[in-house]
């Protein structure tokens, strides 16, 4: 079946390093995957996409590279600020393209 | 500004009151869906509308009622809640009727608590 995990449920950082968060998905027929981030209260956050057909994109301070011969997905932030805690989703289409099916979410701590 | 906006924010209800969480976005928007989120099992979709009069079953539509007569709203419709409803609910949109196409945008969620 489609599922949609992370390796690591919880992550703390010192403000200025680089944080890495990783993702596993099982579908090997999906070809969109996005990046989200949710603040405590708040729905989740747009941070960055990515399709199959690509295996690395670059935002601001944010890096999204997908393996797709293990079907890895992980989300690099660059120096990484206290505004950064929160937790990160990843998710991607699901076969009919109607949703998208969500990882259990890794909370990122950044402590200054 | 571009939005999606539930009401109620916070409900605390009894078994069995009908209630309604109404869902509005403001970006033109052709699809849009509701999401649970519970601690654990992350976020599962619930009912999903690709256009007006256009709504179908998510991985968890049991329970639950949604309607799209305009392009704008998607009220979820809980007839008879339960207490296994208590959870934190999202509603989304998106610019086409794929969600391949583009970002889902997020409402801030209604956290809802059945008695």
């Known amino acids: 079946g489609e599922s949609v995990g992370l390796h690591l449920p919880t992550l703390s950082v010192q403000e200025g390093d680089n944080s890495i968060i990783n993702c596993a998905y099982s579908n090997s027929a999906s070809d969109y995957f996005i990046w989200y981030k949710q603040e405590s209260g708040k729905g989740p956050q747009f941070i960055i996409d990515?399709?199959?057909?690509?295996d690395k994109r670059q935002g601001q301070r944010v890096t999204v590279l997908l393996n797709k011969t293990v079907k890895h997905l992980s989300l690099q932030i660059a120096a990484t600020q206290p505004g950064d805690s929160a937790v990160y989703f990843c998710a991607e289409n699901n076969q009919a393209g109607t949703a998208l099916i969500f990882g259990k979410g890794t909370t990122l701590s950044v402590s200054s | 500004e571009a939005q999606v906006t539930q009401n109620p924010r916070y409900l605390i209800t009894v078994t069995g009151k009908k209630l309604t969480v109404t869902c509005s976005q403001n970006m033109n928007h052709e699809y849009m869906s509701w999401y649970r989120q519970d601690p654990g099992l992350g976020l599962r979709q619930i009912y999903y509308s690709m256009n007006v009069e256009v709504t179908d079953k998510g991985d968890v539509p049991e329970g639950y009622k949604v309607s799209r007569k305009e392009k704008r709203n998607f009220p979820l419709i809980l007839e008879s809640p339960s207490p296994n409803q208590t959870s934190l609910y999202f509603c989304a949109s998106s610019l086409r009727g794929h969600v391949v196409s583009g970002e889902l945008f997020f409402g801030e969620g209604s956290r809802l608590t059945v008695l």
């Open positions: 990515i399709r199959s057909n690509m």
